[in-house]
């Protein structure tokens, strides 16, 4: 059983399903508020755990409701919360998502104690990497954190995946791309990193050599319904997707990039990995909510083996 580590955030997510988004200065109705724990790093630490990695976690909370209802649920789902900090100086973090009949979102999010993962958290992070296999990361947490962690994992020679949202151009000059071992953008993250809109395979091919070309040794663009574009030092493919009739598409890149992870770290070549990943994203489509629809470690198989 591989382990992995993620260092990021956790959001208490509220979703409205809305018949489409408000124009500016409308007010448009929405139908039911739906209230899901969430956050890039928790839905990928509660991936990992389900898909049978004994995972744990280093990010912050705050000491609130929130905060202890998203505690109890990463334990619940067998995720070791022993490094996250209730912070009492800052409120847990909040993503306000606003989902179309389509299941894409649009996500608006409010860090509170994420924002405070600093020193004292790379610290934990650091006692724990010599069990650890991978190291998962994103950018919901300040980017000067990411990169002394992604640093030290590299020192302990333990792979690191990193998945790039929310991106910013800091993650650039901060020198990501080559301080991970994988760097794994969605369309409009490799936009923000590289330059180049992603609208179809050339211009897939193109943001990823820019991201190589910024030191990346591995590259996964996550192109949704498209599948997955790789790059790396065994070479260039694109991975397509399986094709499902999405409910929601929230935190699909979540499960796609922990199943990455985890597969790498079981040992998995790199494009049996990426089908396996395009399997979970599709998974966690079929359901409401991000961590509600992380998908496990059974219903991924019987779902490839209905997909062979
Ligand atoms: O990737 C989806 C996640 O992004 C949501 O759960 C939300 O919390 C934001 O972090």
């Not at 954190?145 to 901060?174: F, I, K, M, N």
């Amino acid at each position: 059983m591989p382990s992995v580590l993620v260092v990021g955030s956790i959001n208490m997510d509220l979703i409205v399903r809305c018949e489409r988004l408000p124009r500016e200065g409308e007010t448009a109705h929405g139908e039911d508020l739906l209230m899901a724990p969430g956050g890039k790093g928790a839905n990928q630490a509660v991936a990992s755990s389900r898909l049978g990695a004994r995972t744990s976690m280093v990010g912050r909370l705050g000491e609130d409701e929130f905060g202890a209802r998203l505690r109890a649920g990463l334990q619940e789902d067998g995720v070791d919360t022993s490094a996250v900090l209730a912070d009492p100086d800052a409120s847990t973090g909040v993503a306000l998502i606003v989902l179309e009949p389509s299941g894409q979102n649009r996500i608006v999010i409010m860090s509170g104690a994420n924002a405070r993962v600093g020193a004292k958290d790379v610290a934990k992070a650091q006692a724990l990497l010599s069990g650890t296999d991978v190291v998962l990361l994103q950018l919901e947490i300040p980017i000067s954190t990411v990169a002394q962690v992604a640093a030290l994992a590299r020192e302990a020679q333990v792979p690191s995946v990193l998945d790039a949202g929310a991106a910013t151009r800091e993650a650039v000059d901060a020198g990501l791309p080559g301080l991970v071992d994988v760097i794994s953008p969605n369309e409009t993250e490799a936009q923000t990193l590289t330059g180049v809109k992603v609208s179809d395979l050339k211009s897939a091919a193109e943001a990823v050599r820019r991201l190589r070309a910024m030191g990346a040794s591995e590259v996964v663009l996550k192109l949704g319904s498209d599948g997955a574009y790789w790059a790396g030092d065994g070479g260039e493919e694109h991975v397509p997707a399986f094709q499902v009739d999405p409910v929601d598409t929230t935190a699909a890149g979540d499960a796609f990039t922990a199943c990455l992870a985890v597969d790498l770290a079981s040992g998995r070549d790199m494009l049996t990995a990426l089908r396996r990943a395009n399997a979970a994203g599709a998974l966690a489509c079929l359901k409401l909510g991000a961590q509600p629809s992380m998908p496990a470690h059974d219903e991924l198989e019987a779902f490839l083996a209905g997909h062979t």
